[in-house]
C-alpha cells in the first residue's frame, strides 16, 4: 500500500542535541512538507518542498533543517538552536497541479521529547 | 492574503446529538477546502473535500460539509454522533497562486468530545 511513513514514533533527545526526524512517501508525490503540531495551536509549517533539491522556509523555520536528495525523502533535523523543540512533528506529502485537489496525506507523527 | 477561522476550540454533544464543527476562510479566488480529523498520537486523515463542484459535500463515517461561498463557510456537520467520533477537527484551506502553490493552510483545531 502506498502511504507516508515517519520514525521513530517517539523520540527522547538531551537538550542541545541536534536530532533528525525520518520521512518518507511511496506516492510519487511532488511535493513534502513539515508540520509542528502544538495544543491550541494547530498546525504551523516548517519548511515544504515541491522538487527535489529546493525547499522553502515555512512559518516557523527557524532552528530547524531540512534536505530534499530523493523525491521520497524528506528527513528534518531539529538543531539544538531551536528554543522549544519538544513537540508533535508531522510530515506530509501531496501532488501537484490538478492532482493536488487530493490534498495532502500525512504520516503519523514523531513525538520529540527534549530533556 | 488567505486564512481559515474554526469558531470554537472545543465542542461537546451528547450521543446523537447533531455535531456542527464551524470553518470560515477568507480567500480572494475560488478555494479548495478540506476536513481532516486527528485522533491521538496520530496523523491526519482526510474526512471530506470540495474543489468547486456539489456544494454539498459528503465524507466519510457520515460527515458531510457544505460550502457557502456568500457566507465564507464550509461547516462540517453529522446527524448523529458517536463516541467513536471523538477527535481534533481541523479546517483547511487551498488556494493555488505562485509560490503558495499546493500549499494547505490550516485552521486551529476544533476538539470534539462526546458524551455518552
Known amino acids: 500500500d502506498g502511504g507516508i511513513t515517519q520514525s521513530p514514533k517517539y523520540l527522547f533527545r538531551k537538550e542541545g542535541q541536534n536530532v533528525t526526524l525520518s520521512c518518507e512517501q511511496n506516492l510519487n508525490h511532488d511535493a513534502m512538507y513539515w508540520y509542528r503540531q502544538d495544543p491550541g495551536q494547530g498546525l504551523r509549517l516548517i519548511y515544504y518542498?515541491?522538487?527535489?533539491?529546493?525547499?522553502q522556509k515555512g512559518d516557523i523555520a527557524e532552528g530547524y533543517s531540512v534536505s530534499r536528495e530523493k523525491k521520497e525523502s524528506f528527513p528534518h533535523t531539529v538543531t539544538s538552536a531551536q528554543k522549544n523543540p519538544t513537540a508533535f512533528y508531522l510530515c506530509a506529502s501531496s501532488p501537484l497541479g490538478g492532482q493536488a485537489v487530493y490534498g495532502y496525506t500525512f504520516g503519523s507523527g514523531t513525538r520529540l521529547t527534549v530533556v | 492574503a488567505q486564512s481559515v477561522t474554526q469558531l470554537g476550540s472545543h465542542v461537546s454533544v451528547s450521543e446523537g446529538a447533531l455535531v456542527l464543527l464551524r470553518c470560515n476562510y477568507s480567500s480572494s479566488v475560488p478555494p479548495y477546502l478540506f476536513w481532516y480529523v486527528q485522533y491521538p498520537n496520530q496523523g491526519l486523515q482526510l474526512l471530506l473535500k470540495?474543489?468547486?463542484?456539489?456544494?454539498l459535500v459528503k465524507g466519510i463515517n457520515g460527515f458531510e460539509a457544505e460550502f457557502k461561498k456568500s457566507e465564507t463557510s464550509f461547516h462540517l456537520t453529522k446527524p448523529s454522533a458517536h463516541m467513536s467520533d471523538a477527535a481534533e477537527y481541523f479546517c483547511?484551506?487551498?488556494?493555488?497562486?505562485?509560490?503558495?502553490?499546493?500549499?494547505?493552510?490550516f485552521g486551529r483545531g476544533t476538539q470534539l468530545t462526546v458524551w455518552p
Open positions: 470540495y474543489t468547486s463542484a456539489a456544494t
Open positions: 518542498s515541491q522538487i527535489v533539491n529546493d525547499f
Open positions: 483547511a484551506v487551498r488556494i493555488d497562486r505562485g509560490s503558495t502553490l499546493g500549499r494547505l493552510y
